[in-house]
């Protein structure tokens, strides 16, 4: 399927000629239909060669200007009509210029009322403007849709203009701007617009404002379709939504793929003079929503921050128009470069940003990727994505996993890690390894598995969530290495019989040393201060699986040549470990015995 907006001064024959290609009645109201003029927007379809082309046809009256851009925004293509005996008027300029403000590239001119005065006039006229326009120079074509002359000729020029639009995006994110919302009596809801890009089916769940609603039903062109693709007009019957919860302005997202953004950074369709002499406030036409703006220009270039009353989805290469609603004319167009823009806090912010957007304007995806990176530290791709940044491969920024990381704040990230590590070493000998989550703080590295890879290419040893320099131990001090040394003997000679506290206290062995000790696989303990060598529980073993099964806990304790106040915690730490099984209160047994 093709789209094609309607564009074109007031009673110039917009919707006569719709209607001689479609033969259908665009204009929806009984106004319309008495005043012969349309005031909102109308929907026709025919095929031509085998394609579906649905038309959007927009009003021309100059207080319609608002309604206008809501048909022409979501559409890819404009067909232009210029009346022969009237020829070009002020609101064929106005709509020229939205168009030209849209960016519109794909356009075809048709001078109506060829039967009421010789259109060669008219036709030079229009084509002259309408080249000076992002249009650039367009195919014309004569007719009259009272008689139908000429029509033949306007079938083959709109085959042709649509066979050089480019093929849309069927996949990815969807956002649908809604134009119209009615309700069905047993469907409920029904929203319709232009879908531009990617593919809707029906049990789709999306987003509008802050909810959530299902696809009930799609149809296009008035037949019910499981899924369409763009570029379509669809109509959506929605689940979990009242008719006067969604209109037109809203547009249904896929969920969680569109940030909103009430601030954008923007390149304007004037030059540096002209950008300055802008009123400071505007009417904003971005898809068919329509709000008031604040603009702000950026240090006397053609670039402009907006401030928008609501926050709209919007991605970097959005065509917007800034409409001046006293002068019912369009003031100037916008394309999106940032919408997700840095604030400007400090003197001289503005500049800066004025020549950062500068120099993005140039074709160079690469960079503008590693300015995102840079003014973000680190961001994961998913959420560049959904900022609309495009993610080409370069050596400009450090690559780890999903995460994309700016060089420097890598560099100052793996500085501060190590640093980080040292003052634990330095600060805790007896615990030198730096916590995970504690070197996470000390840096500011957003997510453990990218302070993994950071710390492992900083060269640091990674264990049991732990970082530290390799090789580094726990440092005892002098005295508590020869109480250790005391420890060892003592259990060496008893293997089960933990000395007190008391002696524990007299080698310098507190509760941090045993620990260290621990740490370092010099010691198991037990509990806080009963302690074994690591062969302990394996000795253990070998003497429980002498005795008969199952056995007591008096049983094990006499054969150990122990205290309760080592057996019970030694037996609870073989249980833990798989190695014996307790089968009640008093009884335990070796496992597989």
């Known amino acids: 399927?093709?789209?094609?907006?309607?564009?074109?001064?007031?009673?110039?024959?917009?919707?006569?000629?719709?209607?001689?290609?479609?033969?259908?009645?665009?204009?929806?109201?009984?106004?319309?239909?008495?005043?012969?003029?349309?005031?909102?927007?109308?929907?026709?379809?025919?095929?031509?060669?085998?394609?579906?082309?649905?038309?959007?046809?927009?009003?021309?009256?100059?207080?319609?200007?608002?309604?206008?851009?809501?048909?022409?925004?979501?559409?890819?293509?404009?067909?232009?009509?210029?009346?022969?005996?009237?020829?070009?008027?002020?609101?064929?300029?106005?709509?020229?210029?939205?168009?030209?403000?849209?960016?519109?590239?794909?356009?075809?001119?048709?001078?109506?009322?060829?039967?009421?005065?010789?259109?060669?006039?008219?036709?030079?006229?229009?084509?002259?403007?309408?080249?000076?326009?992002?249009?650039?120079?367009?195919?014309?074509?004569?007719?009259?849709?009272?008689?139908?002359?000429?029509?033949?000729?306007?079938?083959?020029?709109?085959?042709?203009?649509?066979?050089?639009?480019?093929?849309?995006?069927?996949?990815?994110?969807?956002?649908?701007?809604?134009?119209?919302?009615?309700?069905?009596?047993?469907?409920?809801?029904?929203?319709?617009?232009?879908?531009?890009?990617?593919?809707?089916?029906?049990?789709?769940?999306?987003?509008?404002?802050?909810?959530?609603?299902?696809?009930?039903?799609?149809?296009?062109?008035?037949?019910?379709?499981?899924?369409?693709?763009?570029?379509?007009?669809?109509?959506?019957?929605?689940?979990?939504?009242?008719?006067?919860?969604?209109?037109?302005?809203?547009?249904?997202?896929?969920?969680?793929?569109?940030?909103?953004?009430?601030?954008?950074?923007?390149?304007?369709?004037?030059?540096?003079?002209?950008?300055?002499?802008?009123?400071?406030?505007?009417?904003?036409?971005?898809?068919?929503?329509?709000?008031?703006?604040r603009v702000r220009p950026l240090a006397g270039t053609a670039v402009a921050r907006l401030t928008l009353a609501e926050a709209l989805p919007l991605e970097p290469g959005d065509r917007l128009v800034l409409r001046d609603p006293g002068r019912h004319a369009v003031a100037a167009g916008a394309v999106v470069l940032d919408a997700d823009p840095p604030e400007l806090r400090r003197r001289g912010a503005a500049a800066a940003r004025a020549s950062d957007l500068a120099s993005s304007q140039a074709a160079d995806p690469a960079g503008a990727l590693a300015e995102q990176v840079r003014r973000r530290g680190a961001v994961r791709r998913d959420e560049l994505a959904a900022a609309g940044v495009a993610a080409p491969a370069t050596d400009r920024v450090r690559v780890s996993g999903d995460w994309l990381v700016d060089p420097d704040r890598w560099q100052d990230w793996q500085d501060g890690l190590l640093a980080a590590v040292d003052e634990q070493a330095r600060t805790h000998p007896l615990d030198p390894r730096l916590s995970l989550e504690a070197a996470r703080r000390a840096v500011g590295v957003p997510d453990r598995d990218l302070l993994v890879a950071l710390a492992r290419e900083a060269g640091l040893a990674y264990a049991d969530g732990r970082l530290a320099r390799p090789g580094t131990g726990a440092d005892l001090g002098a005295a508590a290495e020869a109480g250790l040394a005391r420890l060892v003997a003592h259990l060496t000679a008893s293997p089960f019989l933990a000395p007190e506290r008391p002696d524990l206290d007299t080698w310098g062995l507190g509760i941090a040393e045993l620990a260290a000790a621990e740490r370092t696989g010099r010691l198991v303990r037990l509990a806080p201060d009963v302690v074994l060598l690591p062969t302990g529980p394996a000795q253990a073993m070998r003497v429980l699986a002498t005795l008969p099964q199952p056995f007591t806990t008096s049983e094990a304790r006499q054969a150990l040549g122990t205290t309760r106040r080592v057996a019970i915690p030694l037996l609870e730490h073989l249980d833990r470990r798989g190695w014996t099984v307790r089968l009640d209160g008093g009884h335990r047994q070796v496992r597989g015995r």
């Open 1 to 293: 399927m093709h789209v094609v907006a309607t564009a074109g001064h007031v009673d110039h024959g917009k919707s006569t000629l719709v209607r001689a290609l479609t033969g259908m009645e665009p204009d929806r109201f009984a106004e319309e239909q008495r005043r012969g003029m349309t005031i909102d927007l109308g929907y026709a379809w025919t095929r031509l060669d085998g394609d579906d082309l649905a038309f959007v046809d927009v009003p021309g009256h100059e207080r319609f200007l608002g309604t206008m851009l809501a048909g022409l925004g979501p559409a890819p293509a404009v067909m232009f009509v210029v009346a022969a005996d009237e020829g070009w008027r002020r609101q064929s300029s106005e709509h020229l210029s939205a168009v030209d403000a849209l960016g519109l590239s794909h356009g075809l001119l048709v001078v109506t009322r060829s039967d009421l005065a010789e259109p060669s006039a008219a036709v030079a006229e229009a084509r002259a403007r309408i080249a000076e326009s992002s249009l650039g120079p367009v195919p014309a074509v004569t007719v009259s849709g009272r008689t139908g002359a000429g029509l033949d000729e306007l079938r083959r020029a709109l085959s042709e203009l649509v066979q050089t639009l480019p093929t849309p995006r069927a996949d990815g994110r969807v956002r649908l701007w809604v134009d119209r919302s009615f309700t069905i009596r047993g469907a409920g809801t029904v929203v319709t617009g232009t879908l531009g890009a990617g593919t809707l089916r029906v049990g789709d769940t999306l987003a509008v404002g802050s909810r959530t609603v299902r696809v009930r039903g799609l149809q296009s062109l008035g037949v019910d379709r499981p899924e369409l693709t763009a570029v379509a007009r669809v109509a959506v019957n929605l689940r979990d939504v009242e008719v006067g919860e969604v209109g037109r302005g809203d547009a249904l997202l896929t969920p969680g793929r569109w940030p909103l953004t009430a601030v954008v950074d923007v390149r304007l369709s004037l030059n540096a003079e002209a950008v300055g002499n802008l009123p400071a406030e505007l009417v904003l036409h971005a898809g068919t929503a329509a709000m008031p703006v």
